[in-house]
Antibody, heavy 122, light 107 residues
Framework: QLQLQESGPGLVKPSETLSLTCTVHGGSMSSSIYYWGWIRQPPGKGLEWIGNVYYIGTTYYSPSLKSRVTISVDTSKSQISLKLNSVTAADSAIYYC??????????????WGQGTLVTVSS | SYELTQPPSVSVSPGQTARITCSGDALSKKYAHWYQQKSGQAPVLVIY???KRPSGIPERFSGSSSGTMASLTISGAQVEDEADYYC??????????FGGGTKLTVV
């Protein structure tokens, strides 16, 4: 059974770079129908898509975050990573690692990690 | 930017039918998917591609779509169905968009 596990610092200082890793257990990252990505949720608020990466490294980012975000994949380690630079308190959120199923013109996220809380504070 | 609009809250009594709507211009051409998020937990997919139910999701959950509106229906809502529900789709540019979420109360 597929499991996604996020890891990384829970506290980041303002203006620094948020870095998270997601390790994929129980499934291949190299299937042609899957993308891998990140979604975040500020405490008490809704869900926000950050971006996706295909196993060959092609990336897609939210227009609102594109200038600050980098998502990469390492299939040899079954990992994807997220880097968000120049963070502010508004970037404090639970960050979820997700798998995207791209079979039709409207893909969907079918698997989610448990999420990791990142707080931006000095 | 593209938006999906949901009611902030819906309240039903146990055993009643709960219906949560999601409106968006692109829904006439794109599928809607629905997620359930219970307090302190990660979201779970309950309906995909407008009306398909993933394995393990109870039959009381169903979905439909007409024009620019999609709906999630819970027939015979249970207390354990209390949660936030989010619709999700993509816009014409391939950006992934979530609705603002609907808090379902079953009491």
């Amino acid at each position: 059974q597929l499991q996604l596990q996020e890891s990384g610092p829970g506290l980041v200082k303002p203006s620094e770079t948020l870095s998270l890793t997601c390790t994929v257990h129980g499934g291949s990252m190299s299937s042609s129908i899957y993308y891998w990505g990140w979604i975040r949720q500020p405490p008490g608020k809704g869900l926000e898509w950050i971006g996706n990466v295909y196993y060959i490294g092609t990336t897609y980012y939210s227009p609102s975050l594109k200038s600050r975000v980098t998502i990469s994949v390492d299939t040899s380690k079954s990992q994807i990573s997220l880097k968000l630079n120049s963070v502010t308190a508004a970037d404090s959120a639970i960050y979820y690692c997700v798998r995207l199923v791209a079979l039709t013109g409207t893909p969907y996220f079918d698997s989610w990690g448990q999420g990791t809380l990142v707080t931006v504070s000095s | 930017s593209y938006e999906l609009t949901q009611p902030p809250s819906v309240s039903v009594s146990p055993g009643q039918t709960a219906r949560i709507t999601c409106s968006g211009d692109a829904l006439s051409k794109k599928y809607a998917h629905w997620y359930q998020q219970k307090s302190g937990q990660a979201p779970v997919l309950v309906i995909y591609e407008d009306n398909k139910r993933p394995s393990g999701i109870p039959e009381r959950f169903s979905g439909s779509s007409s024009g620019t509106m999609a709906s999630l229906t819970i027939s015979g809502a249970q207390v354990e169905d209390e949660a936030d529900y989010y619709c999700y789709s993509t816009d014409s540019g391939g950006n992934h968009v979530f609705g603002g979420g609907t808090k379902l109360t079953v009491v």
